[in-house]
């Protein structure tokens, strides 16, 4: 049934028509309207119902009793919620159908009920049988009478339920619920304050996300005992004893009372595990009775998840503990759910993704350890809400980051100075800090080690390796958008990543420069721009100069600028090798990206300051853990 067809029969349920006033309403012809008019009365057959013309010339749609009636109206929701001129309308109806049919269905009958050919239904088939393989359901044929769903209850009302999710743009259920499962407003609003009601009742928590999930799956639920359609689950446990059960079994009494249905055990275990699946955190109680969720093997594979994430993105996670707890009591539920083969949908994994990729794809090759360890598959959808937890401590850690350091060099007094200073701080009081304010004359009472960046009202001959930025006029503002652009660059090289676990290479066994050069350059000539040979490139360099500074330390670097991003490896040999000039044990290469456009004076800094401390060289010698290496370079 069309667009059209729905139209002129909502119109005729409220009253009569003339054809004119048919034909003028939907804006076709009389001739149109009389043979959409036949059209109809086909389809109007099996509800035993027809548009008639009566003596006064007016069509009115007659019903042979009050039950076809009901029947009728209620199917006509569904009706009402499709274009069959779309294909994804009739892929969806005709999914839906074969979904909530207790027999079999024959194709030309909803072929007919669509307005189609068949040879248009046989091919929207394809899509249909493709879609409900995802849930291991099969259409099966029976030779004159049709075809029906082969497959599992739980996997039926699994895709009857990712239908409406993806068809829904609401948090509306009143309005999921009278077109999608021809339930009315009335009726889904009275389903979704009894289980609102009974959950405020109890001691749990649900998320609004985990509550509409919990009202969708007991209206599907309700829809199929309705038709004797029940679920058979072997249950893992006695969920008898777990508070859920209770909070669930006031729920079932209050619907079976209100709808004249009645719930089999298997169904209120069910929504048990449904509950103790969704709520928000596990309390000491659940915890002891969920033998999946052993407290203590959960805590040790959490550290080590942040451990392996906090490697993949090099920054401080393990001393977060916000988001160790989250984590914890995040995935108590989450995989106690996955043991049990139930899911929860995430609403932000798109956006998740296309705003953290990063750590969505760390979390994603990290949560092996998940899978391994307590034998599940971690889906997108958890994988995504991980991903939420490692994201916000990201944003902590950036919160938390050290400021950029600034010395002031004021030449005509306090009262400019302290102008300076608050406006300094008004504009950047969250990113730096303030650490003395100097005349030029007492300059050498500070040391380097002090403090990022010199800010000055006037120019001067600086004689300290630190930037200085001159302020000529405090009151305007275009002198500050230097301080800005120095901030930013100085937080996005702080902020790359230039060392990484897979280009640190402990215990090396060589016995001179040459060896060790030529095995580093071969492990990491895959970051070099094609046409370029880094070993080549290093040596060039290396006939210039010796590249060892002291302190067990060498920079071996290519003559120019050849890898595709800039970064760094480090080498620890077993035993000290001698360079040139020096003895070596720690070798760090130091490779720029040929289109670099950054400056690279931070990372400067941080080699420079590491190979002129033997305090982190001996760090860096002792060390058998990588992710230790790489905080000594952050």
């Known amino acids: 049934m069309n667009t059209r067809d729905s139209k002129l029969i909502n119109k005729l349920l409220n ?16 001739r149109t309207v009389r043979n959409d008019i036949s059209k109809i009365n086909n389809f109007l057959v099996k509800y035993n119902s027809s548009i008639k013309k009566l003596k ?5 749609l007659t019903f042979v009793n009050e039950i076809d009636e009901k029947i009728f109206k209620n199917d006509l929701f569904s009706f009402d919620s499709f274009n069959f001129n779309e294909p994804k309308d009739r892929i969806l109806y005709i999914k839906l159908a074969y979904l909530y049919a207790e027999n079999y269905i024959k194709l030309d009958d909803l072929a007919d009920e669509m307005f189609i050919s068949k040879s248009t239904i046989q091919n929207d088939l394809k899509q249909v049988k493709k879609d409900l393989d995802n849930y291991d359901l099969k259409l099966k044929f029976k030779a004159n009478y049709g075809m029906k769903i082969s497959g599992e209850e739980k996997s039926i009302r699994k895709a009857i339920s990712d ?26 609003s009275l389903v979704r304050h009894i289980i609102i009601d009974n959950v405020k009742k109890s001691d ?39 508070n859920e059960y209770l909070i669930s079994k006031s729920i079932v009494y209050d619907l079976e009372n209100e709808f004249d249905i009645k719930f089999p055990k298997e169904e209120l275990d069910y929504i048990t595990m449904h509950l103790i699946g969704t709520r928000l955190s596990f309390d000491s109680e659940v915890t ?89 598959v971690l889906n997108e959808d958890e994988i ?33 100075s302290q102008l300076l ?78 060392l990484n676990t897979d280009d640190i290479f402990l215990d090396l066994d060589f016995n001179n420069k040459d060896e060790i050069l030529q095995y580093m350059s071969d492990k990491l000539n895959y970051k070099i721009n094609k046409n370029h040979n880094l070993y080549k490139y290093i040596l060039e360099r290396e006939n210039i100069a010796n590249t060892d500074y002291g302190n067990l330390v060498a920079v071996p670097h290519p003559i120019k600028p050849i890898a595709k991003e800039t970064f760094i490896s480090v080498g620890i040999l077993k035993n000290k ?37 033997i305090e982190n060289v001996n760090k860096i010698l002792y060390s058998k853990n990588k992710n230790d290496i790489i905080k000594l370079f952050s």
């Open 163 to 188: 239908i409406i999710y993806k068809t829904s743009q609401t948090y509306n259920f009143e309005d999921i619920g009278e077109k999608l499962l021809s339930y009315s407003q009335n009726k889904i």
């Open 421 to 498: 200073k608050y406006k300094l701080k008004s504009k950047f009081n969250k990113r730096i800090t303030i650490v003395g304010l100097s005349q030029y004359y007492n300059l050498d009472k500070f040391s380097d080690d002090d403090y990022d960046i010199i800010i000055s009202t006037v120019p001067f001959n600086n004689n300290s390796n630190k930037t200085c930025i001159v302020i000529n006029d405090i009151l305007g503002e275009s002198d500050f958008s230097k301080i800005e652009k120095f901030i930013n660059n100085k937080e996005l090289i702080s902020k790359k990543k230039y």
């Open 15 to 30: 009253r009569n028509m003339s054809l004119e006033e048919i034909s003028n309403f939907l804006k076709v012809s009389q």
């Open 56 to 60: 006064d010339n007016s069509y009115s």
């Open 577 to 613: 090798v001698n360079w040139g000039n020096n003895f070596v044990r720690i070798i760090i290469f130091l490779c720029l990206g040929e289109n670099e456009v950054d400056s690279l004076d931070d990372l400067y800094e941080r080699i420079f300051k590491f190979t002129d401390n």
């Open 288 to 376: 002891e009775k969920c033998s999946s969720c052993e407290s203590s093997l959960l805590d040790m594979t959490c550290k080590k998840l942040i451990t392996n994430v906090q490697s993949s993105l090099n920054c401080d996670l393990e001393s977060d503990y916000q988001l160790y707890y989250g984590l914890v009591n995040h995935l108590k539920p989450a995989i106690y759910r996955l043991k049990n083969n139930m899911s929860i949908r995430n609403p932000l994994l798109e956006s998740i993704k296309l705003n953290y990729p990063d750590i969505f794809k760390s979390c994603y090759n990290e949560s092996k350890i998940l899978n391994n360890t307590f034998n599940i």
């Open 384 to 416: 995504g809400f991980i991903t939420i937890h490692f994201g916000a401590a990201i944003e902590r850690y950036k919160l938390n980051a050290p400021k950029l350091r600034v010395l002031l060099v004021c030449t005509t007094g306090v009262g400019s």
């Open 204 to 242: 749990i928590e649900l998320s609004d996300l985990a509550m509409n999930n919990l009202i969708v799956h007991l209206i599907i639920a309700m829809k199929r005992i309705e038709k004797n359609i029940y679920l058979t689950i072997d249950m893992p446990e006695d969920l008898s004893e777990f």
